[in-house]
């Protein structure tokens, strides 16, 4: 029932912003919850394909870089109001629960806001949570088809009541490759912080 649920939440979100892909419908992830957490292991894990994006430095950027290490990504953007600092908040200590095997995980924000999160707004505002952590953006379309591969999606939206030019709507959760690059696990919004270091740190030490 949970599988059933996290799936149709996904899509509904996807459904939303207009960026549903036949590929995510035909073939879509495979989840298996872990008890009483809110992680979810992909049973049928595939590697993320690579897509140009480009760093918080301005440098070329493509996942493949950071192959050999463990990875949790999380979609944003530098104006969210809510989720995405605690998320952020969040990730910081899950890098210190990993202790020494943090070396081996790398945290990976993306922007879903290239038009206002140029690399030196990321690099400003990754850094204030970690030094360690990495951001990258890349034109729009590009993220759009880099988020799907996951089933995240996002939707530029004007709100009433703020200030705000816009405000981007986007999915919440947060991703786990392993060293290979491989889709593992699926971490809902405001997972214990601790379950979440724990699932890594297995993905992370497996050989």
Not at 26 to 47: I, K
Not at 58 to 80: A, M
Not at 112 to 119: K, M, T
């Amino acid at each position: 029932m949970f599988r059933k649920i996290a799936f149709v939440a996904l899509i509904v979100l996807a459904a939303i912003s207009g960026v549903l892909v036949a590929k995510f419908i035909v073939d879509p992830p495979q989840y298996t919850p872990v008890a009483q957490t809110g992680g979810m292991v992909v049973s049928n894990p595939r590697q993320i394909p690579d897509y140009a994006l480009v760093d918080m430095n301005g440098q070329p950027f493509k996942l493949s870089q950071l192959r050999g290490r463990s990875v949790l990504i999380f979609f944003g953007y530098t104006f969210c109001p809510d989720v995405c600092p605690l998320t952020l908040a969040e990730l910081k200590q899950i890098k210190a629960l990993l202790g020494p095997k943090a070396a081996d995980v790398a945290v990976l924000y993306i922007s879903v806001d290239p038009e206002r999160d140029s690399p030196e707004v990321l690099k400003r505002y990754i850094v204030a949570f970690d030094p360690d952590f990495l951001s990258a953006t890349g034109d729009i379309e590009t993220v759009r088809r880099f988020a799907t591969e996951f089933g995240a999606a996002f939707e530029k939206q004007k709100p009433a009541g703020t200030s705000a030019s816009y405000l981007v709507a986007h999915t919440s959760f947060t991703y786990l490759l392993d060293r290979d690059g491989r889709w593992r696990m699926t971490f809902a919004f405001k997972t214990p912080v601790e379950e979440v270091a724990r699932e890594t740190l297995r993905i992370a030490q497996e050989r």
